[in-house]
């Protein structure tokens, strides 16, 4: 059973500072993992999408790399703003369960002005 | 633009009477989702259509049913609310169950039982 975990469960840091969250799943067998933000009470926004073949992909001030072999992700986000707070989750979708996607819980970000 | 719409935003029932979500889509996606997602915890996936081909996922209650009566149009129907029932209901669309493609989300439906 694909099991993701994302560390820390909340970060807090000061305005223009760079930052990576962490997220962890335990089958490799994956098709691609998909980054996504959460505003309170909206839905989810889809920001980056990595297939199992790349390492990463950039968009803007985000980045995303992935190393399937060792089960793990992370997100970089640049020079931060007060904008970019949100709950960021990453889920992946394997390669034996058709469209399901397996979400972590997500790391809570604030970024303070 | 919004392409992928659910409605209402926000429902309150009372415990045990019917309520049915809604969510529509622009994008002209095959694939159609339904997840649970109760506060502070992951997006669980209830279901979903491949055009009209369901798929039911093993853990979701019979409580949950769901129809498909377009490509455009996909409503979740909860037959006797629990209170554990409350939760956001998102709807997300993908272009195929084969494709490598992202799935989108809409805003989600909150729903309250009293």
């Known amino acids: 059973k694909q099991e993701v975990t994302q560390i820390p469960a909340a970060l807090s840091v000061p305005e223009g500072e760079n930052l990576v969250l962490n997220c962890s799943f335990t089958?490799?067998?994956?098709?691609?993992l998909q980054w996504f933000r959460q505003d309170p009470g909206k839905g989810l926004t889809s920001l980056l999408l990595?297939?199992?073949?790349?390492r990463e992909q950039t968009s803007g001030r985000l980045n995303a790399s992935l190393d399937k072999s060792s089960g793990r992700s992370t997100l970089y986000i640049a020079a931060s703003q007060p904008g970019d707070s949100a709950t960021y989750l990453c889920?992946?979708?394997?390669?034996?369960?058709?469209?399901?996607?397996?979400f972590g819980e997500g790391t809570q970000l604030t970024v303070n002005p | 633009d919004a392409m992928v719409i659910q409605n209402p935003r926000y429902q309150v029932t009372q415990f045990g009477k019917p309520v049915t979500l809604s969510c529509s889509q622009t994008l002209n996606h095959n694939v159609m989702y339904w997840y649970q997602q109760k506060s502070s915890q992951a997006p669980k996936l209830l279901f979903h259509?491949?055009?009209?081909?369901?798929?039911n996922e093993a853990d979701t209650p019979d409580n949950f049913q769901s129809r498909r009566p377009n490509t455009s149009f996909c409503f979740l129907d909860i037959r006797s609310p629990g209170l554990g029932d409350a939760a956001m209901y998102l709807c997300a669309t993908s272009r195929g169950r084969g494709s490598n493609q992202p799935q989108h989300f809409g805003d989600g439906t909150r729903l309250s039982i009293l």
């Open positions: 089958d490799s067998a994956i098709y691609n």
């Open positions: 990595i297939q199992s073949s790349q």
């Open positions: 259509y491949y055009d009209k081909d369901f798929n």
């Open positions: 889920a992946v979708r394997r390669e034996t369960s058709g469209s399901r996607l397996t």
